[in-house]
Each structure stands twice: as structure tokens, then as C-alpha cells.
């Protein structure tokens, strides 16, 4: 199993749809979580973090399920602009004191008219 | 603020030569990331450093060397390039607590031809 898998899409939905992406992650022991987005040929710029509890920020909502070891993001009234790949990020923690970012390999997204 | 910066943007290189990617940030992070990202393919960690003097190898560290002699500044080496290292490469940092996820640079695009 794959340290984070994410479905790779491309996802295809008309303006106003609702979207969700999963990804899930094999370490258990994996302590902070963060969607990214990245838009083509450019730098991944942080969406939002995912808190346990879950959390919101405008049409975007993030969710962690730690028993199932996944984290997700729904995207509500998609708008043209969120045309982008969607990057799931998991931070391993220890042992060894390091915590390093794994990315999954993205999820494309793109939304028409 | 500049964040994190990443010189050159783009360069072609022939087999064999060798360059190095700058990279400083300006927000006192003490860790610092290479990646590597082929479309499609996802990020893979070349080599981390978590804090000046101290670096360690990622996923694909073969045909790179890193060096971190102060706080900012973290320069990625490629001797004897090949045309298996044309990638984009990226740059990224982030502070101790890893609650605002990790800064990336606008990356160098690099081809070896």
C-alpha cells in the first residue's frame, strides 16, 4: 500500500457541483494533514489545513477520519477558478524527530461551464 | 516578505554538467525540502534539512548533494547531470510546529539534454 493514495481523477463538473476527493494514508502514527492545491506549472500554495475535528472555509471542507485513515475535501458550488490538481499531504511525525511531508500524486480537477 | 526563493527558474544543462539550485527563505524556518515532481507523478523528496548543519536523505537522493550552512540558505548540487534528472525541482520550508503547512518556491524548471 502505497504511503498516500489519492484518486488521480480528472474529475469533470459543471459549474455549481459538489466535489469530493479522498485520500488515504498507510502510517497510523501520521499527525498533521493538509490539502494543497496546485495549479499547472506552478508551486503547490496550501488550501487548508484538516483538523480532527474538521473544518471549513468558505465552500471548501476538510475532514480527517483517523480510524479509517483517510482525510477528505468537498468543494461546494464549484466555480471555474477551482480548475486545479488537488494535493493530499501527510506529515509521518516521529520516530527519528523528523517530520516529513508526504504528497499523494494529486487529484486533477477540472470544472466547465 | 519574500518567502521562500528559488534561482534560476528555468535552465537547460548537457549531460554531464553539473549546476546548483539556489534556494533561501526569509521567514526563520528551521526545515527545509527538495522535491522533485515529474506530471503527473507527484513530489518525491530528494533530500530535508531540520535546522542549519543538519541534512538528511529523502526518497530519491541519487546524483544530488545538499548543504546547509546557515538558516536561510539550502543550495541543491546535481553532478554529472542526466537526462533522467529532468524534472521541475522545489523547494519548500516550513517552522517548527508545521501548522502553516510548508512554503514552497515558484521552482526551476530543469532539462537535460
Known amino acids: 500500500r502505497k504511503e498516500v493514495e489519492q484518486d488521480p481523477g480528472p474529475f469533470n463538473v459543471p459549474e455549481g457541483a459538489t466535489v469530493a476527493f479522498n485520500c488515504t494514508y498507510s502510517n497510523s502514527a501520521s499527525q498533521s494533514f493538509f490539502w494543497y492545491r496546485q495549479d499547472c506549472r506552478k508551486e503547490p500554495k496550501l488550501l487548508m489545513s484538516?483538523?480532527?475535528s474538521g473544518n471549513e472555509d468558505g465552500r471548501f471542507t476538510a475532514q480527517l477520519n483517523r480510524a479509517s485513515q483517510y482525510i477528505s475535501l468537498l468543494i461546494r458550488d464549484s466555480k471555474l477558478s477551482d480548475s486545479a490538481t488537488y494535493l493530499c499531504?501527510?506529515?509521518?511525525?516521529?520516530?527519528?524527530?523528523?517530520?516529513?511531508?508526504?504528497f499523494g500524486r494529486g487529484t486533477s480537477l477540472i470544472v466547465h461551464p | 516578505n519574500a518567502g521562500v526563493t528559488q534561482t534560476p527558474k528555468f535552465r537547460i544543462l548537457k549531460i554531464g554538467q553539473s549546476m546548483t539550485l539556489q534556494c533561501t527563505q526569509d521567514?526563520?524556518?528551521?526545515?527545509m525540502y527538495w522535491y522533485r515532481q515529474d506530471p503527473g507523478m507527484g513530489l518525491k523528496l530528494i533530500y530535508y534539512s531540520v535546522g542549519a548543519g543538519i541534512t538528511d536523505k529523502g526518497e530519491v537522493p541519487n546524483g544530488y548533494n545538499v548543504s546547509r550552512s546557515t538558516t536561510e540558505d539550502f543550495p541543491l548540487r546535481l553532478e554529472l547531470a542526466a537526462p533522467s534528472q529532468t524534472y521541475v525541482y522545489f523547494c519548500a520550508s516550513s517552522n517548527h510546529d508545521r501548522e502553516d503547512g510548508y512554503t514552497f518556491g515558484s521552482g526551476t524548471r530543469l532539462t537535460v539534454v
Open positions: 484538516v483538523y480532527s
Open positions: 499531504v501527510v506529515n509521518k511525525g516521529p520516530p527519528g524527530g523528523s517530520y516529513i511531508p508526504t
Open positions: 521567514m526563520n524556518h528551521n526545515y
